[in-house]
């Protein structure tokens, strides 16, 4: 096979393809490592932290995955292999074991071939947050990638890496697979171990799939679900996933809700492409049998400030650990006026390692947190999500799916939100409502908008999110995959 051919198949059939004995193992993994070194790095899209060192796959190819490469995002624990959240307090970080999502996927035969860049800590919709700089959009690399799973969604959006695994904690693989014409799929909380995930917000935090489709998605999910003794807060999956082959969508019941559809004002503004597209997708829904019901979701539009008290009242607690004694950076105390002795060196080594958006969640979280506040902001923020997620078990019992545009916007020019964070955080008014209710959604490309934008002018990536209740992914993906081909969006398009 030609190179061209080899990166033309989806994850899926390149497994296939090696398990038949039509495609070497080596072969496969050589095509993508000379791409990821050649387009990867930060001379070009610096979708990658890390390139695998090793030119060939070691050892024979395992099944199922048949060695097909993976991409990981950077706050994945790899053993020995650097992890380091896309900040520089875990610059050079190797640690000692390997997350389980990981090495699940490694398990079942994928070859680890690259670490992704990402927002510091995950913290970001644009991956501009990160330490190791920005990542570029493959489909106009004066953009963003969408965060902070970006540098993944750039990787796979490229063609770089065959698929990518992400998080997403209010949208991280979501908005990203959206603005770089990809699939990416949040799983329903619990559905994937945590352990060796380098954590943001933990009732929050899902690992997931970023793919060229959705059968690809289901493929990478299959292997990654399950209980794990090391985390405790995951659930065995209540039934095998199945690789999803609907086509049809007759009988389904899809839900817009009043207040996350393309007329709601809370998004800030949606632009008129994407509402076009949405509504596109929506017509064609209807085509292939399903019917569309105006729902509500009364809470949603509380769902942003709610997320926006939560996660970094976690992530005060969580980044605490980050205190130069255990790992990564260790500042020298003092500077001028600084401290001395160990709480200098504390403070010298946070204030160091530390990026801006970090340092900002912090001290909004720890202000959330403090006596005298806890309730007002914390204890409030906590009975919205209540809320919201009662507001997702009534809208449940009238449709089967809910459908949303996963973001207001398609991709936005670097910089042009960095000043900016409240507007920065709006990116996140689509996919904030199912994070909290603990949820599964995906999005799937479903056109392009902007005229003038993009390779020919044709326009950049939209996304068209499906969420469903607590476990449904085998029936999100089942409807996902009827409207993927029905779209016939070229997942290709974007290829270095
Ligand atoms: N953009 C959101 C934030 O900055 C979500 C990030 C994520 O899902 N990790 O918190």
Not at 225 to 249: H, K, N
């Amino acid at each position: 096979m030609s190179e061209s051919q080899i990166i033309a198949l989806s994850a899926t059939e390149a497994a296939a393809a090696v398990i038949a004995g039509e495609l070497d193992e080596r072969e496969l993994y050589g095509v993508y490592h000379r791409r990821a070194r050649e387009h990867g790095g930060s001379d070009a899209l610096n979708c990658f932290t890390w390139v695998s060192e090793l030119s060939e796959p070691g050892g024979a190819p395992q099944r199922p995955l048949g060695g097909v490469p993976l991409a990981v995002k950077d706050l994945f624990c790899t053993k020995d292999v650097p992890s380091q959240s896309g900040s520089k307090i875990l610059e050079g970080y190797r640690p000692p074991y390997t997350a389980t999502a990981v090495s699940k996927l490694q398990q079942a035969g994928a070859t680890m071939l690259a670490k992704t860049n990402q927002d510091e800590f995950a913290m970001g919709s644009s991956n501009e947050s990160s330490a190791f700089g920005p990542v570029r959009n493959p489909w106009d690399r004066g953009r963003v990638p969408g965060g902070s799973s970006g540098g993944s969604a750039a990787a796979v959006a490229a063609g770089l890496a065959p698929w990518a695994l992400g998080t997403d904690t209010g949208g991280s693989i979501r908005q990203p697979a959206a603005l770089c014409g990809i699939v990416g799929l949040k799983p329903t909380y619990g559905a994937v171990s945590r352990y060796g995930m380098i954590a943001f917000a933990s009732s929050l935090d899902q690992a997931g799939p970023l793919t060229r489709n959705v059968a690809d998605a289901a493929l990478m999910l299959r292997h990654m679900v399950g209980q794990d003794e090391a985390d405790a807060t995951s659930l065995a999956f209540p039934e095998p996933i199945s690789v999803p082959d609907g086509v049809r969508l007759d009988g389904v019941r899809l839900g817009v809700a009043t207040q996350l559809s393309a007329e709601s004002e809370g998004a800030g503004g949606i632009e008129p492409g994407v509402a076009a597209a949405f509504e596109a997708t929506l017509k064609l829904a209807q085509e292939l049998g399903a019917s569309i019901k105006t729902i509500e979701l009364p809470h949603a539009p509380h769902a942003l400030a709610a997320y926006y008290v939560l996660a970094p009242a976690e992530c005060s607690s969580n980044l605490a650990r980050f205190d130069g004694v255990r790992y990564g950076l260790r500042a020298e105390p003092g500077g001028e006026d600084g401290e001395r002795g160990l709480l200098g060196m504390y403070t010298r080594t946070r204030h160091d390692g530390f990026g801006a958006e970090v340092k900002r969640r912090i001290m909004l979280g720890t202000y959330a947190l403090s006596a005298g506040y806890y309730d007002a902001y914390y204890g409030r923020a906590q009975r919205v999500r209540t809320k919201i997620a009662e507001d997702f078990k009534t809208a449940f019992q009238d449709v089967d799916f809910i459908v949303t545009p996963t973001s207001a916007t398609v991709a936005f020019e670097l910089g042009a939100l960095t000043d900016d964070p409240w507007a920065m955080y709006m990116n996140d008014y689509f996919t904030v409502p199912m994070s909290l209710a603990g949820i599964p959604a995906i999005s799937i490309p479903c056109g392009l908008a902007g005229d003038g934008l993009g390779p020919g002018g044709n326009g950049l990536p939209v996304g068209f999110q499906i969420a469903g209740p607590a476990f449904s992914e085998n029936r999100v993906m089942q409807a996902a995959h009827a409207l993927e081909a029905a779209i016939g969006f070229d997942s290709a398009a974007a290829f270095a």
